[in-house]
């Protein structure tokens, strides 16, 4: 029974160790700093498979190399803490704009 148990620890080890080096090959290391604009992910209580990105928020300040403090807009500027896997980055969309000007037609873009 010893026997056994010493040979599952060994198996168990040797498994673990490869997922590890597997996953920090295919991870993707993302950091915020304050100030920086995010989506959250959001489950939806009744299915949990279903999902969606909600903010943009605000990054208020880091807890820890995984854990950020996010001020979401339009919830009474509530805070929350959230991971790191939680998070995305926000890249605002410029607006476009068309302007008719002597007969000939031009683009702006602009941020909003």
């Known amino acids: ?3 056994c148990q010493e040979l599952a620890i060994t198996k ?3 498994v673990r160790d490869k997922r590890k080096v597997w996953y ?3 991870a993707v290391k993302r950091e915020f ?3 920086d604009l995010v989506l959250v992910l959001a489950t939806s209580k009744p299915n949990k498979m279903t999902v969606q990105w909600t903010g943009p928020g605000v990054i208020e300040s880091q807890l820890s190399e995984t854990n950020y403090i996010v001020r979401m807009r339009g919830k009474k ?3 929350q803490i959230y991971h790191v ?3 995305k980055p926000y890249h605002q969309r410029p607006e476009r704009i ?3 000007v002597n007969g000939r037609e031009e ?3 602009r941020e909003t």
């Open 1 to 3: 029974m010893r026997r």
């Open 12 to 14: 168990l080890t040797e």
């Open 24 to 26: 920090d090959n295919n």
């Open 33 to 35: 700093r304050v100030g």
């Open 77 to 79: 500027d509530k805070t």
């Open 85 to 87: 896997n939680l998070l």
């Open 98 to 100: 068309s302007l008719i």
């Open 107 to 109: 683009i702006q873009e």
